[in-house]
Every structure is written in C-alpha cells, then in structure tokens.
C-alpha cells in the first residue's frame, strides 16, 4: 500500500507540469504538420530581467518572487492535505497515525496561512506606496 502511495504521488508531481504547460503553444513555424504564426492560449510568461534600474524594476522582481512562493507552497500544502487525508482515512484507529494525520492537517493550514499572508503583504506594500495596478489577484 505504501509502495503504491508513493508511486502514485511521484507520477502526478512528475505529470503536473505537463499538464499545466500543455495550454501553450508555439507562436510561429511548424506546429502539427501546419505552417502559419497562430497562437492559442495566454501569451508564455518569461522571466523578467535580473537588471534592476528603478523601484518599478524592484517591484517587479518582488513581485514575481512572491508569486512564485504562493504558487510553490500552495502546491505542497495541497500535497500535504492529500497525504493527511489518506493517513487519516487508512488509520483504522491508530492514535499514531491519527496524531501524525493532525500534525499535517495542521502544518498544511499553516502553510496555506503563510501563503495568503505572504500576498496580502505585498498588496498592503503596493498600497502603501502608491503603486498603481496592484491587486490581490496579480502584480
């Protein structure tokens, strides 16, 4: 049961990236056997360049830090309410294993804390400085 847990764990993190990086497709040359430059999909996101020269530049940067850290542990605290899930429903009345499925339970709601925390910091920042176009929901 253990082994299986595991291998099904391990291929859907291996998955997930496919799977989210799947509604992106090529902007010009060969795609399918077909010629032509159309685009289907959001524009792909790049990287945004290292050289900071303004506080628009800084903001940016820690905008995109932050993002990436909600996105990050919202994943593993997903993975961890999953795991203490299947603990709690396979403990068959165990007190270890019930006390182990808590202390998950736990630090996955604390992780989803921290992440909320973590965005609702950088609106208070973006508010506090009068940066324009800041909201909850992006940068």
Same mark, same amino acid.
Not at 66 to 72: D, G, H, P, Q
Not at 96 to 116: C, H, S
């Given at each position: 049961?253990?082994?299986?847990?595991?291998?099904?764990?391990?291929? %859907?993190?291996?998955?997930?990236? #496919? *799977? $989210? &990086?799947?509604?992106? @497709?090529?902007? /010009?040359?060969?795609?399918?056997?077909?010629?032509?430059?159309?685009?289907?999909?959001?524009?792909?996101?790049?990287?945004?360049?290292?050289?900071?020269?303004?506080?628009?530049?800084?903001?940016?940067?820690?905008?995109?830090?932050?993002?990436?850290?909600?996105?990050?542990?919202?994943?593993? %605290?997903?993975?961890?309410?999953? #795991? *203490? $899930? &299947?603990?709690?429903? @396979?403990?068959? /009345?165990?007190?270890?294993?019930?006390?182990?499925?808590?202390?998950?339970?736990?630090?996955?709601?604390?992780?989803?804390?921290?992440?909320?925390?973590?965005?609702?910091?950088?609106?208070?920042?973006?508010?506090?400085?009068?940066?324009?176009?800041?909201?909850?929901?992006?940068?």
């Amino acid at each position: 049961m253990h082994k299986a847990l595991v291998t099904a764990l391990t291929l %859907s993190m291996l998955i997930t990236p #496919v *799977a $989210a &990086l799947a509604q992106f @497709t090529s902007t /010009g040359g060969t795609t399918g056997g077909t010629t032509g430059g159309t685009t289907s999909g959001a524009p792909i996101p790049t990287v945004p360049d290292t050289d900071v020269t303004g506080p628009g530049d800084f903001w940016n940067l820690l905008c995109t830090g932050v993002l990436w850290f909600f996105a990050i542990v919202i994943v593993i %605290s997903f993975i961890m309410l999953l #795991v *203490a $899930a &299947l603990t709690f429903m @396979t403990g068959g /009345g165990d007190e270890e294993k019930v006390g182990r499925a808590r202390q998950m339970l736990t630090y996955a709601i604390i992780g989803i804390a921290v992440a909320l925390l973590a965005r609702a910091i950088l609106f208070v920042v973006a508010g506090l400085l009068g940066i324009e176009g800041a909201s909850i929901f992006g940068c």
